[in-house]
C-alpha cells in the first residue's frame, strides 16, 4: 500500500468521523454550539451561586472580628430580606 492510498484511507476514515458530520452540517453545528453555551451558561450560574452561599455562610462564622462580622452580619441581613 503506497502513500497515496493511505492518505486517501486515513481522509476517508476521518470524514466518517461524528466530529465532522456535525461540522458538515451548518443547522447542527449551530444546535450543539447553542446546546453548549446553555450547559456553560448554566454551569456558571450554578458555580457563581454556590461560590457566594460558601462565602456569605465563612464570613457568618467569624463574628469575632468586629469590622468583618458586621459586615457579614448586614451581608446576611440584605440576603434575608430579600427571601
Known sequence: MNDTERLAQAIEA???HKLMQIYANPWRMMWVNFLRGLAFGLGSVLGATILVYVTVQILAQI?????????????????????
Open 14 to 16: 476521518l470524514n466518517q
Open 63 to 83: 463574628e469575632f472580628i468586629p469590622i468583618l462580622g458586621d459586615w457579614a452580619v448586614q451581608i446576611i441581613t440584605q440576603i434575608e430580606s430579600n427571601r
